[in-house]
């Protein structure tokens, strides 16, 4: 893989995908935050379910942080993995709270250090919340981004250093809405929809 190859695969998904964007609803850089850790291993749509019940109940770090864990687990139940998730919400507002002031802090080191809040995740509120350039790799972008070429690791971290050098910095945030949606909708883990695959012939993993 080179930077040229790099940039005509970002150019025809480009093509493909007409409107590439977070698929979870929030109105703020919070309810950002609370709706992304509640999007490990589950759908989005489903976060957006429970979250429209969640946000309106506690739309703020103070509210949240002062909530019972059981009234939060009740209302987050469809999803999977509920009880960690509502204690990591509501640890993570109180940490807003005492020292953030209320505030989402927009660098990364900062992010990492709340309660559910990995790499990853504090990558997609860099890039949604606060539009700085970043590269969040999920399960679409890994099997993406290792079928198209752009690396051969199945290191979170080392998929993103490599997109990272492939790409320059101001496609980092489309690429990433572009792989996740292409992955999510066309490259799928078990039979990806390669019938018509305009990225086949950059593909290692083609089903002809
Ligand atoms: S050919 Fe199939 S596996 Fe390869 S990029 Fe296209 S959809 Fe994905």
Same mark, same amino acid.
């Given at each position: 893989?080179?930077?040229?190859?790099?940039?005509?695969?970002?150019?025809?998904?480009?093509?493909?995908?007409?409107?590439?964007?977070?698929?979870?609803?929030?109105?703020?850089?919070?309810? @950002? +935050?609370?709706?992304?850790?509640?999007? $490990?291993?589950?759908? !989005?749509?489903? %976060?957006?379910? #429970?979250?429209?019940? *969640?946000?309106?109940?506690?739309?703020?770090?103070?509210?949240?942080?002062?909530?019972?864990?059981?009234?939060?687990?009740?209302?987050?139940?469809?999803?999977?993995?509920?009880?960690?998730?509502?204690?990591?919400?509501?640890?993570?507002?109180?940490?807003?709270?005492?020292?953030?002031?209320?505030?989402?802090?927009?660098?990364?080191?900062?992010?990492?250090?709340?309660?559910?809040?990995?790499?990853?995740?504090?990558?997609?509120? @860099? +890039?949604?919340?606060?539009?700085?350039? $970043?590269?969040?790799? !999920?399960?679409? %972008?890994?099997? #993406?981004?290792?079928? *198209?070429?752009?690396?051969?690791?199945?290191?979170?971290?080392?998929?993103?250093?490599?997109?990272?050098?492939?790409?320059?910095?101001?496609?980092?945030?489309?690429?990433?809405?572009?792989?996740?949606?292409?992955?999510?909708?066309?490259?799928?883990?078990?039979?990806?929809?390669?019938?018509?695959?305009?990225?086949?012939?950059?593909?290692?993993?083609?089903?002809?």
């Amino acid at each position: 893989m080179n930077n040229k190859r790099a940039l005509e695969i970002i150019n025809i998904l480009k093509e493909i995908i007409a409107d590439p964007r977070c698929e979870l609803d929030y109105n703020n850089i919070f309810e @950002l +935050v609370i709706a992304t850790v509640l999007s $490990a291993q589950t759908k !989005d749509s489903r %976060v957006n379910e #429970v979250t429209k019940v *969640l946000f309106d109940k506690y739309p703020t770090p103070a509210l949240l942080s002062l909530a019972s864990l059981s009234d939060v687990i009740n209302i987050i139940s469809p999803l999977g993995l509920a009880k960690m998730k509502a204690s990591n919400i509501i640890n993570l507002s109180k940490v807003l709270v005492d020292e953030y002031n209320s505030i989402v802090p927009d660098d990364i080191e900062s992010l990492m250090k709340l309660p559910g809040v990995g790499r990853k995740t504090a990558s997609v509120i @860099l +890039v949604e919340g606060f539009k700085i350039p $970043a590269v969040p790799v !999920d399960t679409h %972008v890994l099997r #993406v981004s290792n079928r *198209l070429g752009f690396s051969k690791s199945n290191n979170t971290i080392v998929v993103e250093g490599d997109i990272k050098k492939l790409l320059p910095k101001d496609l980092w945030i489309v690429s990433h809405h572009l792989f996740i949606h292409f992955g999510r909708y066309i490259c799928l883990s078990k039979n990806p929809k390669c019938l018509g695959c305009r990225l086949k012939k950059y593909c290692t993993n083609k089903e002809d």
